[in-house]
């Protein structure tokens, strides 16, 4: 019952305030865009960069948008009433991270694909790269609200937190950017998606626990 | 067994940059009591609170339920705190936002009966309003139904009149009385004394007295 | 027998006032056998060990590279058990373990990237070279300045130490997939690159002094540690009794 309140809860949350969801969108697609105007417009060029152009990117986005994961509760006090409920903080805490994955995740999957083909990415890496980012992203959100539970009560925030997490999403990137290149090649990617699969299996189950206990130590448990 | 204490402490100390804020503090509170927790701002009234409410743990002492221990439950079951932030989030209408407090609780939402409770409180028309557009007594307003909402045998509640005016202040208090003669533990921090035998807790002089 | 033994050992060593005066018995003599074990080591390695037959005399680096990188991640290794027994059982030194361990495995992590560089520059012709090892120490470095930045950031000593904590916990389950997804990385990118050491065994001669330096720079970073610990101990707990009457 927590579960379905707090998701709704969520959902309700970003539909009243739709900039959560478009912002990080939009900071996906712009930072992409930079590259070609950065580095060189040459179709190979882009087609070799695109695989980690776009996941550092997508990296970012999620970065920026999780910061904001438990700020708002903790600000207004509702996070002190979650926190002494009687019940497992895990259940509304996977709720949160779910709700966040609709929200942010999901858009920036729909969008990967057609950044990979603007970076001129073979059509049988796109397949891929919408794949690898559906299975990356739920992991860099499970990872980034880990970060995100310790930062909430510092003003520093935002860059703290990234120090925090992006040597922790070295593996995903280096997998997720990895089997684009490998399907870009023609070489066989169900290892590596396999991985990548695992990894997001681990992290979602994992994290919630990690992250309760951050919002306790937080809250000055 | 029905004699036993709902909370006891023993020897609670406590400190914040590097000032006591109690000492060696200890009571016992039994069903059908009201606590007030009295001192100047700063004495330590909410960290107190939070100890009880189990939010904060940089404590030494023991702090005990030994009625739910007895029965094997959880104490923090029958616990409902409410903090000194209102606890609700601006977007949301009142009604939004007790649904989810109340689901933390393992609770349905009674919408009439939320609507009434409302009423009460004077916000009847504000129930879909978002709470954004309250002002901070009404919001507190909100979050005081939950008095109302539901069953619980231990209440805290951190500077619960603030805000209020005169007619507030006593519709709460009656509340508060109205839960204590039900057999529950009603624990708050204010300058203000409900009328009648409050038992109170006073920091602030040191270590801390219990009268 | 051992398993009482230890646990004695943990309870008392968890005490910081017991922590305090085993300290103090055992730094007087550690310190000199640290240095001289380290110096030892070092010596022997970087002035009478044999020539590699592949690097000539360029790998002898590898006697402070070697003991700092493995030094580094044991040190990382330890801020994440600490952190475990600091979130399960709530033990104040473990949280001081924690802040008085960070700052000198960043230091090794750095001194095994420099040196890294330096034996880089005659062997690949570069400073720099994106392979595994030093990536990964790379990576490792950021994880130690993470935990720093984290401690630093929080006002409260008892909330760094825990928030700090935790943050160790996930880094080191992550840092075996880092390591593995790293090398998987570079086995991507580039063929093999000539190993540190030229070959996979070591002589005797070899093999001792990098031992040696290798005891020697553990022992010395825990002796830092020992140092820094009873400092940070002496700031938390000035407020006791115990330390009122030794200062």
Not at chain 2, 120 to 131: D, S
Not at chain 3, 150 to 159: F, G, M, T, V
Not at chain 3, 204 to 233: D, K, N, T
């Amino acid at each position: 019952m927590t579960f379905t309140a707090t998701l709704q809860r969520e959902l309700l949350l970003a539909w009243r305030r739709p900039a959560e969801i478009i912002n990080p969108l939009f900071f996906f697609v712009m930072v992409t865009a930079l590259f070609p105007l950065g580095v060189s417009p040459q179709p190979e060029l882009l087609a070799t960069i695109a695989p980690g152009v776009v996941w550092v990117a997508a990296l970012l986005a999620v970065l920026l948008s999780v910061d904001g994961l438990f700020r708002a509760d903790h600000d207004s006090g509702a996070l002190e009433q979650l926190l002494s409920a009687p019940q497992n903080l895990y259940v509304p805490v996977l709720a949160k991270l779910v709700a966040h994955w609709l929200l942010t995740g999901l858009p920036l999957v729909l969008v990967a694909p057609l950044l990979g083909y603007m970076l001129h990415l073979p059509s049988a890496a796109i397949g891929v790269l919408f794949v690898a980012v559906l299975l990356g992203t739920p992991t860099m959100i499970a990872i980034g609200a880990i970060g995100a539970s310790l930062t909430v009560s510092l003003r520093s925030g935002g860059i703290l937190l990234s120090l925090l997490v992006l040597p922790l999403y070295v593996p995903v990137l280096v997998f997720g950017a990895g089997v684009v290149s490998y399907a870009a090649k023609g070489l066989p990617v169900s290892g590596v998606l396999a991985l990548l699969a695992a990894m997001m299996l681990a992290s979602f189950t994992l994290a919630p626990a990690a992250v309760a206990a951050g919002l306790r130590i937080s809250t000055g448990n | 067994m029905t004699d036993l204490p709902l909370l006891q402490a023993d020897q609670l100390s406590c400190e914040r940059d590097d000032r006591v804020l109690f000492e060696a503090l200890s009571f016992v509170a039994h069903a059908g009591q009201i606590w007030q927790l009295a001192g100047a701002n700063g004495a330590g009234k909410t960290t107190l609170m939070r100890i009880i409410a189990g939010l904060h743990g940089d404590f030494s002492g023991r702090l005990s339920w030994p009625a739910a221990q007895a029965r094997n439950e959880d104490p923090r079951q029958q616990l409902l705190s409410i903090g000194h932030r209102s606890g609700l989030r601006s977007e949301l209408t009142p009604l939004e936002n007790l649904r989810w407090w109340l689901a933390l609780h393992q609770a349905e939402l009674d919408v009439a009966k939320a609507e009434q409770a409302l009423a009460l409180l004077g916000l009847a028309g504000y129930e879909t309003v978002p709470v954004a557009q309250l002002s901070a007594g009404q919001t507190r307003r909100v979050a005081l139904s939950l008095l109302w909402l539901l069953d619980k045998s231990v209440w805290l509640l951190d500077e619960p009149f603030t805000a209020l005016d005169a007619d507030g202040v006593a519709l709460i208090e009656g509340r508060l009385r109205e839960l204590a003669d039900n057999g529950a533990l009603v624990l708050y921090s204010s300058h203000h004394r409900v009328n009648g035998e409050a038992r109170q807790i006073r920091l602030g002089n040191g270590p801390g007295e219990v009268l | 027998m051992i398993w009482k033994t230890l646990k004695r050992w943990y309870h008392q060593l968890g005490s910081p006032r017991y922590f305090y005066r085993f300290s103090e018995a055992v730094l007087p003599w550690l310190w000199p056998i640290a240095l001289l074990v380290t110096t030892v080591g070092l010596v022997w390695g970087l002035a009478f060990a044999p020539e590699d037959y592949q690097q000539g005399n360029s790998y002898r680096i590898i006697f402070i590279h070697v003991p700092a990188a493995s030094a580094a991640l044991l040190g990382y290794i330890s801020i994440g058990v600490a952190g475990l027994v600091n979130l399960v059982w709530r033990m104040k030194m473990a949280e001081v373990m924690i802040k008085a361990i960070a700052p000198f495995g960043a230091v090794l992590a750095a001194i095994a990237l420099i040196t890294g560089a330096i034996w880089g520059k005659p062997t690949w012709g570069t400073y720099w070279v994106w392979d595994a090892r030093l990536t990964s120490m790379l990576i490792m470095l950021f994880l130690y300045l993470g935990i720093m930045a984290l401690i630093h950031a929080i006002s409260d000593p008892r909330q760094a130490g825990r928030a700090a904590g935790l943050l160790a916990v996930v880094g080191v389950i992550n840092v075996i997939i880092v390591k593995y997804s790293v090398e998987w990385w570079h086995s991507l990118h580039q063929g093999s690159t000539i190993k540190l050491t030229g070959e996979t065994t070591m002589p005797a001669e070899m093999l001792i002094p990098l031992l040696l330096s290798m005891l020697g720079i553990y022992l010395l970073f825990a002796v830092s540690v020992l140092w820094r610990a009873r400092a940070e101990l002496l700031w938390r707990e000035r407020k006791s009794a115990w330390v009122k009457e030794l200062l």
